[in-house]
């Protein structure tokens, strides 16, 4: 079954997500254009960007969709060794680009074909339009560990995390969860299923029930900038 074209020219105006296909699963259309009017417009209507070099922009809406709950994330007791020993740095949108460069090379949905240069290009005018951003782990100088999305309302649209070392970006999704957590976030977007992810907490939520929590989420504002690093300690959940 062919899946509608949208063209870059037009405005960001979608197909409901309802009429997603089933297989692939949750491909609901292509074309359009990776400018920052059409992103924001899809990540509000539950949509995301997806595709490899030489394809045309593709649409996906999956069903179910893998979310998580920022107050639920599952510390492992050999993570919250971890964490004690205090050995890497947490930081927020100090290098975003550099997280979404380790993110190319580190894979990621199954392999990170998908961060083309375009999709690269848009994502670091996102963060600097003060949408899009990044958590750092570092040790020493060197960054280990990251990853980066797109925050509307009180959502939080995961998009990529890497590991240099084991764990780095399980120590990024925790600090992301009490950063998301002090700011009255409900969600966030995992896309697909990950077994890593799944570890920590996430699980599927049937398509229908996410774009109603999403809908909810969207109502609260949430202002666009940088995110400052709070100085709290990753073992303790926000008050």
Excluded at 122 to 150: K, P, Q, T
Aim: hydrophobic share 40%; aromatic share 10%.
């Amino acid at each position: 079954m062919p899946v509608p074209w949208l063209d870059p020219m037009d405005a960001p105006v979608f197909p409901c997500t309802s009429r997603a296909l089933a297989d692939p699963n949750g491909l609901l259309a292509a074309g359009g254009s990776l400018d920052a009017d059409w992103l924001l417009a899809a990540y509000r209507e539950g949509i995301f960007p997806w595709y490899e070099e030489g394809q045309p922009v593709l649409w996906w809406a999956p069903d179910p969709r893998l979310v998580l709950d920022p107050g639920r994330v599952a510390v492992s007791r050999s993570l919250r060794k971890l964490i004690r020993k205090q050995i890497y740095r947490i930081s927020f949108d100090t290098a975003f680009t550099s997280v979404i460069e380790a993110c190319q090379t580190s894979g990621g949905r199954e392999n990170a074909t998908w961060i083309t240069p375009e999709m690269k290009a848009a994502y670091v005018n996102l963060h600097r339009l003060g949408h899009a951003h990044s958590v750092e782990v570092w040790r020493d100088e060197f960054l280990v560990g990251g990853l980066y999305g797109i925050a509307l309302g009180k959502a939080f649209f995961g998009e990529s995390m890497f590991s240099a070392q084991p764990n780095a970006s399980k120590l990024a999704l925790v600090a992301l969860s009490r950063q998301l957590e002090s700011r009255g976030f409900g969600l966030i977007d995992c896309q697909v299923h990950s077994d890593h992810l799944v570890s920590m907490g996430a699980e599927a939520l049937p398509r229908r029930d996410f774009q109603e929590a999403l809908t909810a989420l969207l109502a609260s504002k949430e202002q666009p900038g940088p995110w400052k690093t709070p100085p709290y300690n990753l073992m303790e959940k926000p008050s």
